[in-house]
Nanobody, 125 residues
């Protein structure tokens, strides 16, 4: 059972990146998926979550209107499209799966069962 986060990199302010979270060893169909990030010296924070059916999505206020979470269950992958990136978005981004259909309390990391290894996003000119 593994989650693999990818797609991070260095981007200029105002740029875009798309992160991917691919699962192996299990199917994501019945899991809600969250994205978290942790900046140097800061606590890990919940960024976004998508329900198992993709019927519900949630975003932290700091990314609302700029980030979009989506999923392709056929590819067993969840995406985080990040637009209008800011230097304060710089962090290691993690995806996580919870064995629930819904996202309530999505910002609490203890509710998740599986975690990816993280991918670094650096927003800098």
């Amino acid at each position: 059972v593994q989650l693999q986060a990818s797609g991070g990199g260095l981007v200029q302010p105002g740029g875009s990146l798309r992160l991917s979270c691919a699962a192996s060893g299990f199917t994501l169909d019945y899991y809600a998926i969250g994205w978290f990030r942790q900046a140097p010296g800061k606590e890990r924070e919940g960024v976004s979550c998508i329900s198992s059916s993709a019927g519900s999505t949630y975003y932290a206020d700091s990314v609302k209107g700029r980030f979009t979470i989506s999923r392709d269950n056929a590819k067993n992958t969840v995406y985080l499209q990040m637009n209008s990136l800011k230097p304060e978005d710089t962090a290691v981004y993690y995806c996580a799966a919870r064995d629930q259909n819904y996202c309530s309390g999505y910002g609490s990391s203890r509710l998740y069962d599986y975690w990816g290894q993280g991918t670094l996003v650096t927003v800098s000119s």
